[in-house]
């Protein structure tokens, strides 16, 4: 496979890299929170929309494609998060199989 020529300095958008830990909520059980691993740098870019209707309304879901520089600690489960924006990761791949950048299939939830 021939090698993307990835531009570093388009990654401009400073994400945050969560990843879930259990926490005990009091009452014998636990809850999942997120704590965080990384500060990033990375493209975030759009890819596809659709709405699903959740409890009282419309919940709209967008799919992002994020790139980042290669980490060894990053996949499925995680989140990156941006101020109030949350971008779930729901897939990992080494971008052009170089080893240098990853591309996360990440799903971002508005209501």
Do not use: N, Y
């Amino acid at each position: 496979m021939a090698m993307m020529d990835i531009d570093a300095g388009r990654l401009t958008a400073r994400l945050v890299l969560e990843r879930p830990e259990p926490a005990d909520d009091g009452q014998g059980g636990a809850v999942t929170g997120f704590v965080e691993r990384a500060r990033v740098w990375a493209l975030i870019e759009p890819r596809s929309f659709a709405e699903e209707e959740r409890g009282p309304g419309l919940v709209a879901g967008v799919t992002h494609h994020v790139t980042v520089r290669a980490r060894d600690d990053l996949g499925p489960g995680q989140r990156f998060r941006k101020a109030a924006r949350v971008f779930d990761i729901e897939a990992v791949r080494d971008l052009d199989e170089s080893g240098r950048f990853q591309l996360a299939l990440c799903r971002e939830v508005t209501g």
